[in-house]
Each structure stands twice: as structure tokens, then as C-alpha cells.
């Protein structure tokens, strides 16, 4: 952990660990991390981790091979997970880079930090890539954190389609897979006893994905800046239709910007429950409704779904705390207060019929795409002219810093690794907000207010442990309800199955020795629990 050097949490020492190379054999020091840290503000205007260091970093001091302070223009008391988690930030190698343009060299050979180095990948279409054990995996992060890896060799391959990959994890092609349907995660367990996932029973996957899901506007974009229009879009929406729709019912509901993990419910969401069934909007309308964990049991319950808890307590933890009421004629009356009018039973703005288009993926992150094609369906009911555009990945991130002249069907935000909550908060500052066409510096809502401003200040200035984050942090979501600057909906519903027909002991509720979300840096902390099993 970084040590603050003064009361204010703008200077920091940081010390790494001795012994660490690159996988050339390189060793690894501040001079990396001081490097990197100067290249990304020298192009921010090209690369976004850029932006978050040129808001907040000075400058940087080298006290030896092992030790550096880093200088803050602003106090940064969270400067751990605003660096290496919530914000991408990624060290790379001085020795490699120093005569480069980061932002254009395409590396032929990277090199890394851990365990693997890659010894040959698909130069064509890139859709594989092999790794092998170093030699000197000592001399890895994990390597001293964990021992030594088991597999000698990791090769990553990309299936096209959902079909094509759930035939190879049946015929034992796959050791691991990312996210799948429902319907096809079902055809896996029936088609092999090799196949299983986090748990064995419904919901199969786990809701404590740190990425929380929903709809994602510009609110400063023409009527998208009205709260009225962002919440009538949210009454206009049967949440448990969308469950049902989307992905079976398999979702945690969140009604606040934060992923419904176990330590966000405990910490904020669940706290928040009184203020939320008091929470009453301009009109003196109450839109919660505490009821959605037990209204969905009742539901899947009468579908054939078994095993589900009876206790309203323990449905509440599955399920969520609740969500806002489908009410279609409170909608009608934000949707008139926000300009627009009702003509021919489709809604009008400035005279003109208003159409919504939805951005979603297409062939990744397939709850976000299925969620978009359920809520353009609601929305359709309620008389909006919805169209869904689903891009691939290259457009979709491409246009996703921008903005975007309509709505988004993805991840609302992630980085939700402890309870201080200020490395997600600092982008909402009002003076981070920037016109749709430009990179928005973080503040991908384009929202803010003079009293998120002050909150996020005052977090900046406290202790990293200080409980007062959590009671600030707490100010600023409910700022975030009453404006409804996002329509936040679900976690992010991971159901990654494994096959243990070659390796086994995969992390999973009763071996939870790690969390199954390979890719958020923990499956480099698997490899030496995972274990062959001699075939």
C-alpha cells in the first residue's frame, strides 16, 4: 500500500517488491511505473488512462531502484485502486517503450510481469494465443505469492459463436469459459458430467461480478437532460420483465450506481433501504418497490424453479432490495413535465416523433445485449420509438468515450473492490463534464453537481479507512437517484462453467478460495490451485 506522506493524501511513497522481472529478464523498477506514468500523460489526448493521471498527478520522485513518491495536485487518498484497478492502469516495460510512441507502437513481442510468457499467437486473425511457463517464474508476482503455477502451457482461443463454444467445452476442447446463456449453460450440464459452474444450484452463476449493468445516457444531450424524461424512462420499464426476459430471472436488481455484490448490499444498498421506501420525487410520488425479490420467488417459483430460499431476508440477498414500480401513468406525467407530448399513442418532442436508439453489444457481454432488446420492448408499450443497434466490440468501445446520441445497454461502472467508493466517484466532477464528440474524461454520464463536487473533495482529504467515506459516498448515490443520471438495473450475472475432464479444483461457493471472474486479474491466482487430473 502506498504510505501517505502528509495529513492533505497528495504525497505518497510507494515501495515495490524486490526480485520481480519482466519475462526477458529485465528487472522491474520504479523506473517502469515513473515511466509509464509520464508517457500516459504525455498522450492523454490518445490514450484514456491518461486523463485520470493528468487530473491528479504532479509529478513523480525516484528515491531508489525500489522506491518512488508520487506528488498530487489534489488530495488522492484511494491512489491505490484509482491506479492499478478501477482505471486500467497497466505498467509497461521502460527498456521496451522509452523510443516509442505508446500510443501507436504495436508490440510484436510484449512482455510481462507474470508467470507465462507468450511463445506464439495467431498473427492473422488473432483468435489464439500460447503461453508457456518461464523458467523464472520465481520471479513473477504470483510466483512469490503463490507458488508456482501447475499448467506448463495456457492457450486462449476464440469460438465464434455461442453454439461453437459450448460444443467445445461439451467435447472437452475447453478448459474455461467466459459468460453464457442460461438456455446454453443448461445444454452444457446436460450434455456432460465434466461441466458445472460457481454453484450447483439456481441462479448456477454469481451476482458478485464488481461491474454493475443498466442504461447509460449523455445527460447533457438535448432531452436526455431532463431528470424528469431519465425517470419516466425508468417507470416505463417492468424490471421483472426484463429479468425474466433477458436471462431468466438470473439477476441481482440494484436501484442505485453501484454493483449489488455482498459487500456493496451490506455496506450501502441495504442501509439505504429506509431512505429509499421514504425517497419521493417533485410530484410527492414514491417510486420504490421493496417487493421485487419476493414478487420474482413467487414467479420462477410457479415456473418449476426449485431451491429457492422461503425467508424474505435470504430472497432479499439473491434477489436484491428492490426496484422502481412499473407505473406507466406516472411515466406519462414526467414525459409531459420533461416537454413531451402524446400524439397517436406515440410520444412527441419539439413537435417532432422522438426516437431512442439503444447501443448494445453484439456476440460479447450478452446480458447487456439481451437487456437492451427487453427494455427496447417495454419501452416500445409505452409508446417510445426504440431501435437497437448492436455493434461489435471495435465500434462499441469506440464510440463509448465520446458519446453516444442516445442510450447504452452495458456496464454502468466497475472498480467496486472495497467500500471507498472515491476512485468512482471522482470522475463525476462537474468541471470532468464535456460536450458529446469529445473523450469525457471519465465522466462518461456527463453529470455532476456542485454538491457531488464538494462530496467528492472532502473524500479526497480523508484517511482511506475513514468511515466517513462511506456516509459521503452514501450523499452522493442518493444524488445519483434523486437525478437519475444512469438507470442502474442488475450485476453483472456470471456464470462461467468449467470443465474438469483434464484440470479441476476451479474456485466455486464451496471452494471459494478466488472469485471465478477469471479476467479481473485473479486467474493468475488460479493456476496453482488448479490441478491435473492425469488424463
Known amino acids: 500500500m502506498p504510505i501517505a506522506l502528509d495529513e492533505n493524501n497528495t504525497s505518497f511513497q510507494i515501495n515495490l517488491r524486490e526480485g520481480i522481472t519482466w519475462s526477458d529478464g529485465e528487472k522491474f523498477t520504479v523506473d517502469d511505473v515513473i515511466f509509464t506514468i509520464e508517457a500516459l500523460i504525455a498522450a492523454e489526448d490518445e490514450l484514456s488512462e491518461g486523463v485520470t493521471l493528468d487530473n491528479y498527478v504532479a509529478n513523480c520522485e525516484k528515491l531508489d531502484d525500489y522506491s518512488m513518491i508520487i506528488n498530487c495536485d489534489v488530495p488522492w487518498s484511494n491512489i491505490t485502486e484509482s491506479l492499478f ?293 417495454q419501452w416500445r408499450k409505452f409508446g417510445l420509438d426504440v431501435e437497437v443497434v448492436n455493434s461489435d466490440s471495435s465500434v462499441y468501445w469506440g464510440t463509448f468515450t465520446t458519446g453516444y446520441d442516445g442510450v447504452y445497454s452495458n456496464i454502468l461502472g466497475c472498480g467496486y473492490f472495497s467500500t471507498n467508493l472515491l476512485s468512482v466517484f471522482m470522475n463525476y466532477k462537474t468541471d470532468n463534464i464535456v460536450e458529446l464528440g469529445t473523450y469525457d474524461n471519465g465522466n462518461n454520464y456527463r453529470w455532476g453537481n456542485s454538491t457531488v463536487d464538494a462530496l467528492i473533495a472532502e473524500m479526497g482529504t480523508l484517511d482511506y479507512n475513514d468511515t466517513k467515506n462511506t456516509e459521503l459516498a452514501t450523499q452522493i448515490l442518493k444524488q445519483m437517484v434523486i437525478e437519475m443520471p444512469c438507470i442502474p438495473m442488475y450485476s453483472s450475472t456470471m456464470t462461467l462453467p468449467t470443465n474438469s475432464y483434464y484440470w479441476t479444483n476451479y474456485p466455486t461457493a464451496d471452494n471459494a478460495y478466488n472469485g471465478p471472474w477469471w479476467w479481473h486479474t485473479t486467474f493468475k491466482y488460479m493456476l496453482p490451485e488448479i490441478t491435473s487430473t492425469g488424463k
Open 85 to 377: 484497478f478501477t482505471n486500467g492502469f497497466a505498467i509497461i516495460p521502460k527498456h521496451i517503450y522509452e523510443n516509442e510512441d505508446i500510443a501507436t507502437f504495436e508490440d510484436s513481442n510484449p512482455v510481462n510481469l507474470g508467470a507465462y510468457k507468450l511463445v506464439k499467437r495467431d498473427q492473422t486473425s488473432g483468435t489464439w494465443s500460447l503461453w508457456e511457463k518461464r523458467d523464472d517464474w520465481k520471479n513473477s508476482a504470483v510466483g512469490v505469492i503463490s507458488g508456482e503455477p501447475n499448467p506448463k502451457y495456457i492457450l486462449f482461443q476464440y469460438y465464434s459463436t455461442e453454439e461453437t463454444r459450448t460444443m467445445a467445452l461439451v467435447n472437452n476442447d475447453i478448459d474455461m469459459l467466459c459468460n453464457v446463456t442460461p438456455e446454453a449453460y443448461k445444454v452444457m450440464t446436460e450434455s456432460s458430467e465434466y461441466i458445472s459452474a460457481w454453484s450447483s444450484e439456481f441462479p448456477y452463476g454469481t451476482f458478485d461480478d464488481v461491474c454493475a449493468r443498466g442504461m447509460k445516457v449523455a445527460c447533457n444531450n438535448g432531452a436526455y437532460s431532463d431528470a424528469n424524461f431519465r425517470w419516466a424512462l425508468a417507470l416505463a420499464m417492468d424490471i421483472q420483465e426484463v429479468a425474466i426476459t433477458a436471462f431468466n430471472g438470473q439477476l441481482r436488481v440494484t436501484p442505485v450506481a453501484l454493483a449489488p455484490t455482498k459487500a456493496m448490499m451490506d455496506a450501502y444498498i441495504k442501509p439505504m433501504t429506509d431512505w429509499l421506501n421514504d425517497f419521493k420525487l417533485d410530484d410527492g410520488y414514491a417510486p420504490f418497490n421493496p417487493n421485487y425479490a419476493t414478487e420474482l420467488a413467487a414467479y420462477l417459483t410457479s415456473q418449476g424453479v426449485e431451491g429457492l430460499p422461503t425467508d424474505e431476508q435470504k430472497l432479499i440477498d439473491l434477489f436484491g432490495i428492490g426496484w422502481w414500480k412499473y407505473d406507466t401513468t406516472e411515466a406519462s406525467a414526467l414525459m409531459e413535465k420533461a416537454g413531451f407530448e402524446l400524439v397517436d399513442g406515440k410520444w412527441n418532442y419539439d413537435g417532432e416523433p422522438f426516437q431512442i436508439t439503444i447501443l448494445a453489444p453484439s456476440g460479447f457481454e450478452v446480458q447487456s445485449e439481451r437487456m437492451a432488446t427487453a427494455v427496447a420492448d
